[in-house]
């Protein structure tokens, strides 16, 4: 079954969709999830409620590779938070890494995010194809650097090199835009 007809069929709320969705897309949100919870059963609690969250969806994107990429990235993420996060998950490295470009009252401010969503989408955009690779499988997805290494057959410093170098670039950015850490 082809994404539009799946997104017709959920757009008519019929329940089939749902399984052809999960038949295509649970591997792919599982690997999401896994991620950035570190724990299988979260991962598996978390797909669950993306099945559900896209069955109460007013709309369903075209893109649901897309789509459901980023459902699944703000479940796991919501979990993450109502946990409390005794010890240092995976998103917390990831954003501990980010801190040093994005200054913390503008995190906290949601009238600025819009304007800092588009700064980061077009930083990311002019990045090159490997560059943004690395930047979107790190910072979005999760990837460790070790991941990222192996994938790449690289050596972990020469990707850790490169993060710092993307992430000085990104900060340069941020405060030619009027942002300070």
């Not at 709320?13 to 570190?38: F, G, M, P, S, W």
């Not at 724990?39 to 978390?46: H, K, L, V, Y």
């Not at 009252?105 to 990311?124: G, M, S, W």
Request: charge should be positive; include cysteine.
């Amino acid at each position: 079954m082809t994404q539009t007809q799946i997104v017709a069929q959920l757009a008519r709320k019929d329940e089939e969709a749902l399984l052809h969705l999960r038949d295509q897309y649970e591997v792919y949100c599982l690997t999401i999830a896994r991620r950035l919870l570190r724990n299988e059963q979260a991962a598996e609690e978390c797909v669950s409620d993306v099945w559900l969250a896209v069955w109460r969806s007013e709309t369903v994107p075209k893109d649901l590779r897309a789509y459901l990429a980023r459902v699944t990235r703000n479940i796991a993420l919501h979990y993450l938070e109502r946990e409390g996060a005794q010890k240092r998950s995976g998103v917390t490295v990831l954003l501990d890494e980010l801190a040093e470009c994005i200054p913390d009252p503008l995190r906290q401010r949601e009238t600025d995010a819009v304007f800092l969503r588009e700064v980061l989408n077009d930083f990311v955009c002019g990045l090159k194809a490997e560059e943004r690779e690395l930047f979107v499988k790190r910072y979005w997805y999760g990837y460790s650097v070790g991941e990222l290494a192996a994938l790449r057959g690289w050596q972990e410093n020469r990707v850790s090199a490169m993060l710092s170098r993307l992430r000085k670039k990104l900060r340069k950015r941020l405060e030619k835009e009027g942002y300070t850490p």
